[in-house]
């Protein structure tokens, strides 16, 4: 216990025993609001009326403070509201012919009024700046450093519209359930393309979104001579999503995941002249995981995989001797698209 209790005033101590072996270069004329004085070891001091400053002490006042320094040549250095400045340098011992003051802003405003350093040897006082070195010229100065302002993280909110393309590979299995041995199992492939639209919500650096998107194709599979099946032939004219989007943003790019309703017309056709074709809509769902980058302030490009689960279907095939079929179909694509926001 008695070895916590030095440690803890060792603590309290230690922006003392910091200075101690220091001499002051001024002290504080003037103090209003919040003053903090931030010194080596990064102790972090209240400033009030009458303390001392030493070398390498650094000023920052708060939104309500402003502090007024007069050091010992008699200069008088006051800053304004949110301001912050380091002294790097200062030296006064005149009969020894030894005189510098080198201050460095870092933002905020500042006044300075020349003691007897800025007098007697004004090339010896210097005001460093982010952007460039003052010099003393006259007696007095105001200094002001306006810190740049952040940059914005890119925001992903807002309307969408865009073009996309793509190439599709989808599973199809074919059966007649009067004739179970009259099935067949091909996978119908090949590009697409089409639009989409949409809408996305930022929250910090989750982005939610929903989008519609419509592709055109011509996925085909011909009738093939098998041993039960020479006659069915199949066709994909169209498909479609409704999908809800989360994402989480690093600046202009994003990853993200969608979900939701997918939708496919299915043709099935009997070659044979004595029979008809089939026509029905797939509905089933969609999930996928993609990458957007922004190429500016309102384009963006992304990359995106679907694997799409239509479900489903079951056919009545007209002729001479009318049939059922039924269609399970499943999809995967990968597919990019250049979107456009409003």
Known sequence: MKKLWILCLLLILAPCLACAGQTPIGKTKTAQGQVLVLRSGGARVPLRIGDPLYQNDTLRTGANGSVGILFEDDTILSLGPNSELTIDG?????????????????????????????????????????????????????????????????????????????????????????YPGYQRHPTLDGFNGGALLGCNFQRDRLVFGLEADGALGDLKESAHRTAFNDYSAFKISWNAHLRLKTGIAFDTTQFYVAGGLALAEVTLKDTDPRWGNGDAIHAGWTIGAGIEQALGKNLRLRLEYLYDDYGDKSYRISGINPYRAEIDLTGSTVRAALCYRF
Do not use: N
Not at 128 to 135: F, L, N, R, V
Not at 136 to 162: I, N
């Open 90 to 178: 200062y030296v006064f011992a005149p009969e020894q012919g030894l005189m510098s003051m080198i201050s460095r802003m870092i933002k905020g405003t500042a006044s300075y009024m020349s003691g007897v350093i800025g007098k007697q040897a004004p090339e010896a006082v210097r005001f460093q700046t982010p952007d460039a070195t003052i010099a003393l010229r006259g007696t007095h100065f105001l200094v002001k450093v306006e810190q740049p302002e952040p940059r914005l993280a890119y925001d992903w909110s807002g309307a969408f519209l865009g073009a996309m393309l793509g190439y599709s590979w989808m599973p199809l299995d074919y059966h007649e359930p009067d």
